[in-house]
């Protein structure tokens, strides 16, 4: 092998800040090589509309006009307002162009000399943009999410290099404790407790997993950060495997997520290659690696002992608490298991210092949260908040509020555990303990808007039907009482029930909700009791008068048990 | 190990740090209903049952899994407790086809007896009336779907115990249901030894021996403590 040969072999794996920064240097110059940089979104909602057809058309146009040196079409990230897919953006310039098709090809390459085509705009600087505060979703749509360089030029893997070579385990762990971070996942249970009793554990073999099992109707954060930022998610399982000591991790995702679980894989292979992961981390004694396991979709294997059992190839039932994972989690061995996001906030954190993370958000729910906007609403898609904004600034502000002629009704949130919060309750601040306080749930963070079309006897009973469906079937109450539990909402749904079903409906929910093995059953009675503490008198209505007020669940104001036509 | 004191419904009781509530309580003749748990299995924390109060925890905690702590407060009976077992029994018997009158396990039914003792006399949740089909392929056993309640002692007897792990759980939610080997037939089983220890530990008539008649099925589950005994010693 010549000198020559040797310095490319050593210049491909990165072992200190020094490789890391010359690494960014060189992406950052053969990004300035362009005028302009193009990135077509990827995302899954860009996908189904046809954005792989724009790149390509984007791509071959440029070539066949011998521009290729001169701008960089790039797949790109989710910019967000997905409900204006596929999107295209142009930088340095910073213009957004949306509901973009192969046609358009022309036009665009055609404008980017002069000034950006109107018609096509998407005014970015619009509240849907402004009045988020990113952190994991930090360089939204810049980053091309298949190239590791496009992460390291913006400072990516800095902070596992920072706290390889300058930080101890446990000044790690300090370091998140202090920023307030909290699960992302729903439940909100400290970050840094939970790393520090992994740490704790007195075991030689530990683990971290990564859950990406999100399964939450209307929820679709983990999909588009894993499938744009899947370079920050591995690398904040990288530090918190350096924290609580474990050499090997697994991302275990859903295999609905077929992007997402490509480009995780992608990354895994390229920060491989770069040294960032296998033995010797940074030239330090640390070894970590990475696997993916896919998930066969039950929504139960998003319940941690549920997904162990699964990785570990077993059926995915969720086991008593405790043991908890972090005393015997895979395998036996003590086991971190974090959302994908709370991993999404690390690498930030450590970057910018666990002061700058806390002064963001409210008192006792710091940084920032995802949130999946859908349902009846102007601007469907992905946005990230301060933790303490308000549910009427994310829905009215961000979100557009409902379609002209719509009149807003409820917004659920958190999932088939969560509940439906009315409009007199808007001004609450979205954080853990207001939205518990509202019969809700923070849940992954989908949010799902409905007009006064929907009926909320008829949307409980949806839900029902989805943790019915659902349940594993290991304990009791779940298996049995949430099927109990819809045949009484739909018994009530037909105009058929009596007040004794109501007061059955009350204590079967609470049954389900204090006597089942986990979360799945626990919150399963939650859409019901929600519905039935804001929206009684829509069940009264059903019961009583026999109609439903919101013509969902028969034409309004027509008597329930009427068959539609006897002839 | 350790000793440790605590106090069960108002009783000042000792035990092992290594036991659990439910052992503790059974060694001091306190009832704890129970369906799934089986002393010699693997406990499984299914049935719910157990749910008891521990003083500090504003949640319930299964007696079955939770280990005794040095000075833990617990109570087995409340009227919230005693509504939730009735519920969930009830649910078990809406959930299949229990027709004790002509069940080969009348009077010596492990769901019976419990429902007798929380006094449950009429069920109040509908019926839901599966329609399940009994595999009567074996030589010597019968399995009545209709009288299961997938406690899992079976599969756990079959797997911990014989070894062979014929039985196990296919399907999801109120969906789920035992089956043998690759749901197969029971008589065409290449696994299973036909020993009947999935007989013996089932709880109620949903397994039992061919040419019994009503009434007439006794289980006999006390092998597993021997077993647990010699495997103990032979360590």
């Known amino acids: 092998m010549n000198a020559n040969n040797l310095n490319n072999s050593k210049a491909q794996t990165i072992r200190s800040n020094d490789d890391l920064l010359l690494c960014a240097e060189r992406e950052k110059d053969r990004q300035a090589q362009y005028k302009q940089n193009l990135f077509v979104c990827m995302g899954t909602a860009c996908q189904s509309c046809g954005s792989t057809e724009v790149l ?60 950006p085509i109107k018609e096509l705009s998407c005014d970015n600087q619009s509240s849907f943009f402004a009045r988020q505060t990113r952190i994991v979703t930090e360089y939204r749509g810049l980053l091309n999410p298949e190239r590791i360089e496009d992460y390291i030029a913006v400072g990516g893997f800095s902070s596992l290099l920072k706290v390889l070579t300058q930080m101890s385990p446990s000044q790690v762990i300090q370091e998140i404790t202090c920023s307030g971070l909290r699960g992302r996942g729903g439940a909100g249970y400290p970050t840094g407790l939970k790393w520090s009793t992994v740490a704790k554990a007195n075991d030689s073999q530990k683990y971290v997993i990564c859950n990406a099992d999100e399964g939450d109707p209307g929820a679709f954060m983990n999909r588009n950060v894993l499938e744009d930022y899947p370079y920050k998610i591995l690398e904040g399982m990288t530090i918190a495997g350096y924290a609580v000591g474990a050499n090997q991790g697994y991302v275990y995702v859903r295999a609905e997520y077929d992007v997402a679980v490509k480009r995780v894989e992608n990354a895994i292979k390229n920060m491989q290659r770069l040294a960032l992961l296998g033995n010797s981390i940074g030239n330090t004694s640390f070894n970590f690696n990475l696997e993916v396991r896919v998930g066969g979709g039950a929504f139960v294997c998003g319940e941690e002992t549920a ?7 077993g059926r995915a039932l969720p086991s008593p608490r405790p ?26 954190i450590i970057r910018n210092g666990s002061q700058w993370f806390a002064n963001i958000g409210t008192q006792k729910s710091k940084g920032t949260k995802t949130f999946a906007l859908s349902g009846c609403i102007k601007n469907t898609g992905l946005v990230e908040v301060a933790l303490g904004t308000t549910l009427r600034e994310m829905i009215f502000d961000i979100g557009g509020g409902v379609p002209e002629g719509r009149k807003f009704k409820a917004v659920q949130t958190g999932g088939p555990a969560g509940g439906c919060i009315p409009e007199s309750q808007l001004d609450a601040s979205i954080d853990y303990e207001s939205l518990k306080s509202l019969g809700s749930f923070m849940g992954s963070g989908g949010m799902i808007v409905m007009d006064d079309s929907s009926c909320m006897v008829d949307v409980a009973k949806y839900f029902m039907q989805f943790c019915a469906a659902e349940s594993c079937g290991k304990c009791i109450p779940c298996r049995v009482g949430t099927v109990h539990i819809y045949d009484l909402l739909n018994k009530i749904t037909k105009g058929e029930a009596s007040l004794e079903d109501l007061s059955q409906l009350e204590s079967l929910c609470d049954v389900v909700q204090n006597t089942s093995l986990c979360g799945l059953g626990q919150g399963a009675p939650n859409p019901v009791l929600s519905t039935l503490h804001f929206f009684k008198d829509e069940y009264i209505a059903h019961i009583v008068d026999h109609i439903c007020p919101a013509g969902a669940c028969g034409p309004k104001g027509q008597d329930l048990r009427r068959p539609a036509c006897v002839l | 190990m350790r000793v440790v004191t605590l106090t069960i419904n108002d009783q000042l009781l000792s035990g092992r740090d290594d036991e659990t509530i439910l052992q503790v309580a059974k060694a001091h003749n306190i009832q704890i209903p129970t369906l799934c748990q089986l002393d010699g299995l693997s406990t499984w924390g299914g049935c719910r049952l157990c749910l008891v109060h521990i003083h500090g925890s504003d949640k319930l905690s299964p007696a079955c899994v939770t280990k005794v702590t040095e000075g833990m407060v617990v109570e087995t009976e409340s009227e919230r407790l005693n509504k939730y077992r009735h519920t969930i029994v009830e649910m078990l018997y809406t959930e299949g ?25 009429h069920i109040s949740l509908p019926y839901l009336y599966p329609s399940r089909t009994v595999d009567a392929s074996h030589e010597r056993f019968v399995f009545d779907p209709n009288r299961c309640i997938l406690c899992t002692r079976c599969v756990r007897v079959c797997d911990e115990i014989e070894g062979a792990h014929t039985w196990d759980v296919a399907g999801r939610g109120i969906n789920s249901h035992l089956i043998t080997d690759l749901n197969e037939a029971w008589g065409e089983s290449t696994s299973c030894t036909s020993c009947g220890k999935c007989v013996e530990v089932c709880p109620t008539g949903s397994l039992y021996e061919k040419g019994k008649a009503g009434g007439e099925m006794v289980k006999h589950a006390e092998f597993l403590t021997y077993i647990e005994e010699m495997r103990k010693n032979h360590k």
């Not at chain 1, 997904?307 to 190839?313: C, D, F, Q």
């Open chain 1, 56 to 115: 390509k058309a984007l791509s071959s146009r440029i070539k066949d006009l011998g521009l290729e040196k001169d701008y960089l079409i790039s797949p790109g990230g989710c910019q967000g307002n997905c409900s204006q897919a596929p999107l295209v953006s142009v930088h340095p310039q910073n213009v957004l162009y949306q509901n973009i098709s192969p046609q358009n090809t022309n036009d665009i390459i055609g404008s980017l000399k002069g000034s």
């Open chain 1, 307 to 313: 997904l162990i059992a699964s990785i570990e190839g």
């Open chain 1, 323 to 348: 043991p908890y994972p972090a005393e015997s989690g895979l395998w036996g061995h003590p086991t971190l298991i974090n959302n994908v996001e709370t991993y999404g906030h690390i690498a930030p």
């Open chain 2, 97 to 121: 086809n229990h027709i004790c009158s002509v069940c080969v396990s009348n009077n010596n039914c492990e769901l019976q007896s419990t429902a007798q003792n929380l006094g449950i006399d």
